[in-house]
Each structure stands twice: as C-alpha cells, then as structure tokens.
C-alpha cells in the first residue's frame, strides 16, 4: 500500500508503559498515560479511543473498541537513553549507543570558567532546575547583574535562560552557540543546548516562544536525509528542526504551543507537498510531564483529543497519519526526569477498512523503515517496516 503523504505527530513524553529494561533507568512501574488516567477523574479520550488507543494497553476511561479506526500497537526504545533527542532519532532510524552525559551537580567549573570568558558575562545557577522555579529563584539577580542563568535537568542538556529585556535574543544565541561549541568536547559530551528567553517579572515571569535548541549533528543519516536527498519534502513543526540539526528537513516551522502545532499541521495537510510532515507537541512534556502536573497533563491530553476529528478530515484518501511519541515522563512518578516506557503508535488513513494490532514492536526505527518502504528509498539499517500489515 502507497501514500503521497506521512504526517508523523510525536505526542512528546507520551509513554504506555514500562519498559522490560525501565528498572535499569530507575523507572520500574513508570506509566504515563495508565498513571493519568487512574488519578485524573472525568480523564476520556473518545476521539483517541476510536483510533485504538484503548486496545493497546488497558487505559481508565479509554475503553478497547471492536473496529477500531487506525492499526495500533506500541513501540520499544532499543537505544540506550530515554531523552528527546535520542527518541526522535530512533524513531527515523538511528540507533543511539553512546550515552551523553548527565551533571546532576551542576557543570564542571572549568566548563563554566570556559564559558564566562568567551561570552563576557558571569554565570548564576548551575545547578540541575526546574525551569520556571530557577526563573523565580534567580530572575531578579539575573535583571540586576546580567549574569546567565545556567541549569541543567536529568537528561544531557546546558540550559541558558536570559531575560529579553536584559540580554538581546540574539546574544542569548550567539551564547548558546559558544556553549555548543564547547560542550562538544570529549571531556564534557552534552547532547542539546537550550536557549531558554524568558520576560516578565517577579512572579509573574514567562518564558517566550523564542527558544532555540542547539543539538548534536546526527552522527549517520536518518531516513529524513534519505526523504530530502531523494527529492521528497520533509516538513518540521515544532522543535523537530533544532533535534536533528536541520539534517534531511526540506522546511521548517517554530511553534509555541501544542495548538500552533496542531494549526501548521493541519494547513500543510491541505496542500499538495510529497513526502512527511513531521510534528512534535512539546507541551505534554515541558509543562506538565517535568513539573509533574497530571490534571495539566490530562487537560492536554483531552485537549488534543478533541482536535482530532478536524485533523481526520484534512486527511486525503492517499494520506496517512501516525501518532506516537518519544519517550515518557511520568507525572506522579518521584523525581521530574523522563521515564523509560513502550510508546503508542496509531495508524490511520481514509483508506483503511479493516484496522488490527501492529503487536509490539521491536523499536522504535521500525517506523523509519515503514517510510522508506512507502517512499521507495533506501533505510537506514534499522527497524522492521509494518507496511505489509497495513491494508
């Protein structure tokens, strides 16, 4: 079966379940979606539930359906770490097998020595933070020293927030871009700098749709390079551009919340572009997964439920929708770091008439050696393409 198109939406932290290996990462008993749905009352997700989503793993108030809509199934990580960056790569066919490093002390002081001298400026923080507290902790020193605000999280990250109305954007990023390049070094091995503008005052402070990720180079091609060089159109929403460095993505489009997304999703629907949309939602993980908010999260989640039926009909009959995600991030479990879980995988299109069970798959690449079978292009070696049940 052939499509013109592939929208792929990664429901970023969306996770169904442990992982065999989650004890491994000190996630045993993580469930995202499970854990939300026992704890928030009135949670259902009627749209979700007519794709299958309830059919994949027993899920309170998402009940299994007898003719689910999409083929559903669920998704093992076979890389070795359980952060954004290392999902979506997967998930386009590159297996991860280094572990970047992690600082849950704060950053080396000749990292941080490093990074004052090239940008001027003296550091704040450096500790491991949740994003908006360390705002409110050293927001206020910040707009009097105009210092950087450095922190870190569980996952490889140098995080550099900076108000707009002390720091121009564009020295915020030229910052990051110092950071990149210093990170980058064997001694130290962070896989993403963030940078993090933020407004406002104390609070009341927010921070803005102007963060940029500066990530890793993917080290091998992924089927995005395989899509791009074969002359298809790979279209990024979201922080898809900045999580593989703009390598294989023909356009792109920043986005500041779930809705935007789901907006530019859909208004690309509509036009005759050959290849893959690709979206990431970010809202479910950086607003509600980290700071461990279920009642946000189920908000969300109903939220980007009832978007559904609007984002069916933009489907063409050649068309086909995959939602998944990238990992998990558990918001009743200790700690705010992502957890190691299955993720969902959802496949739909106005063509399909009898949906069953992908069962659980292998890895995540297994969705990236479904697109280069649908496209006719070369894999990247990994994955076991499903294309052949889809029917």
Known sequence: MKFAKVCVIVLDSVGIGELPDASRFGDAGA?????I??????F??????ILGLGNIAPLRGVAAVE?????YGKMAETSVGKDTMTGHWELMGLRVDTEYKTYPAGFPEELIAQFESRTGRKVIGN????????LEQ???EQRKTGAWIVYTSSDSVFQIAAHEEVIPLEELY?????ARELTLQDEFGVGRVIARPYVGAPGRYERTANRHDYAVKPPAPTILNRLATSGFDVVAIGKINDIFSGEGITRSFATASNQVGMLKTQQLLRTNLNGLVFTNLVDFDSKFGHRRDPAGYADALMQFDSWIPNLLRELSYDDLLIITADHGNDPTYPGTDHTREYVPILAYSPKFRNSRSLGIRNSFSD?????????????????TSFLSILG
């Open 138 to 140: 050293l927001g206020e």
């Open 174 to 178: 030229r910052a990051c871009r110092i």
């Open 31 to 35: 469930n995202t979606l499970g854990h």
């Open 37 to 42: 749905a026992e704890q928030v009352p009135g």
């Open 44 to 49: 259902s997700l009627p749209n979700l539930q």
């Open 127 to 134: 500790t491991p933070a949740s994003g908006t507290e360390i």
């Open 367 to 383: 969705l990236a050696a479904t697109l280069a079978e649908i496209f006719g292009v070369e894999g990247t070696g990994q994955g």
């Open 67 to 71: 003719r689910p809509l999409s083929y």
